[in-house]
């Protein structure tokens, strides 16, 4: 298990690559499992999320081929269990549930467990799938389904606390071998949304609506191979928009879409801080007297839940009072207890916190809970006074490809520690 030690205080100058997105390429790898015949991705992420959906295809029975960030994959013929050993290391799995159905007519997937960022049920899956005419049970820890058939129909999957993006997911996959049109309505809008259903439509599938509330699935008999190009990782471009907010000089961010990060860029010129855009750049400059900023967390194209931490540490060294709702998953504050560790002025009441920028963070030994938790801990170290030792780094490596290498190349210095 490593840990990466943060020497703080350091200004970052220069460019910075980012990678595939981690929240497209999953499910559309589970999508390979809906044809016979091979499919090529690439600009896949090298993340430890990637390599446990590999596993999952390949004990599923499809034929994995892996070289650089290029995946292949033949699933000529496939089982329908997916076990509890590999899909309890990562919730995303559940998205191989509509693939499953929409092929097999049957899945049975391990049940997500707990999650330290809050309630994650997948009703609304479920809703979606016995829409199409399938039945559900949980059996042993297992998510069981199955259908004799698959009939288009409407579904709205809007949940307690707005659309479900891997819900939107799944019933898209299941939805596009059923007999008839589906439409959702209440439907998630992200980008990797509309990136899925790009690459469906290359399969052969019939989506039309993506990225907007209603997507209507005109059912085909059959899908056949194709080759795709996922999406940059928009919270991976969040992330380090935020580094070069808080630790510029000047920092550009290249290979990503700033189109998709249209509220975090304008929360970040909110507070200040020069952000200029190109089709697949953005460049950053510091500011030494940065505003405080009201945020409240939405769907997209609202500001996204997985930027919510990142903002926390940005404004811990931000004087004035700035206050962050968070709508999506309300009890999404691990970082703060951690974060206050080092100095920093955060309340919380309910599902907002109150943070009161301080003129000082230090650096101190810090324990990662989540992703984006412990992305918001390494920020939180870059402008700390000494040295910021954050534990369980596995945690980063989830969803950030190379963060200490790609931080050092920009000026910063990290030491990853094996213990
Ligand atoms: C996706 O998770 C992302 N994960 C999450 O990113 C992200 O935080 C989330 O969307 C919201 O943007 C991937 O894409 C792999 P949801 P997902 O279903 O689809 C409730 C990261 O850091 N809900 O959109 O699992 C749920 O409890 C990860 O990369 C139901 O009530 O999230 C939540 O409050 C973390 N019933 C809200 O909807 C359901 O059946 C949104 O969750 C499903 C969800």
Redesign the pocket.
């Known amino acids: 298990m490593d840990k990466i030690l943060i020497h703080g205080g350091r200004k970052l100058h220069g460019t910075v690559r980012i990678s595939g997105s ?2 497209s390429a ?2 559309i790898l589970a999508a390979t499992l809906l044809t016979k015949e091979p499919c090529t991705i690439s600009n896949v992420p090298d993340l430890s999320d990637i390599h446990y959906m590999l596993q999952i295809l390949s004990h599923l029975g499809g034929q994995v081929e892996r070289a650089s960030g290029t995946v292949r994959v033949s699933a000529e013929s496939i089982r329908s269990e997916a076990p509890y050993d590999i899909v309890r290391k990562m ?2 799995s559940v ?1 191989v549930l509509g693939p499953l159905l929409g092929r097999q007519k049957e899945a049975v997937v391990s049940l997500p467990g707990g999650c330290v ?10 809703k979606g799938f016995e829409a199409l005419g399938a039945v559900s049970r949980i059996e042993h820890g297992n998510v069981k389904i199955f259908a004799s058939q698959l009939r288009g129909a409407n579904v709205n999957l809007r ?9 939107t997911d799944n019933v898209m996959m299941a939805a596009v071998l059923a007999e008839g049109t589906t439409v959702i309505d209440s439907a ?1 809008a ?1 980008p ?1 949304v509309v990136d899925l259903a790009n690459f469906l439509n290359k399969m052969g599938a019939k989506i039309t609506g993506a990225g907007t509330r209603r997507i209507v699935i005109e059912g085909v008999k059959e899908l056949h191979g194709a080759d795709h190009s996922v999406i940059p990782d928009r ?1 991976e471009t969040g992330t380090y928009l935020v580094a070069g907010a808080m630790m510029g000089g000047e920092v550009e961010i290249q290979r990503a879409d700033p189109e998709h990060l249209g509220s975090v860029i304008e929360a970040v010129r909110g507070s200040g801080y020069s952000v200029e855009t190109t089709r697949d750049t953005i460049r950053v400059r510091g500011n030494g007297s940065p505003k405080p900023l009201t945020l409240t967390t939405e ?2 194209p609202g500001f ?3 930027m919510q931490a990142q903002m926390c540490a940005l404004l811990c060294k931000t004087k004035g009072i700035s206050v962050i709702s968070e709508t ?2 309300p009890q999404r504050y691990m970082h703060v207890s951690e974060l206050k560790r080092m100095g920093a002025d955060i309340s919380l009441d309910g599902h907002t916190a109150v943070i009161k920028g301080v003129d000082i963070l230090s650096g101190a030994p810090v324990m990662a809970s ?3 938790a412990s992305a918001a801990l390494v920020l939180a170290g870059l402008q700390a006074d000494g040295i910021t030792e954050v534990n369980r780094v596995y945690h980063i490596d989830r ?1 950030y490809e190379s963060i200490d290498d790609k931080l050092n190349q920009l000026g910063a210095q990290l030491d990853r520690v094996k213990v």
């Open positions: 981690k929240n999953l499910p919730r995303a998205c960022i809050g309630d994650r049920p997948i009703d609304l899956h479920l949940g307690k606390n707005g659309p479900t993006v891997l819900g998630a992200e990797e919270i769907p997209y996204p839940t997985d999506i998953f989540d992703l984006r969803g």
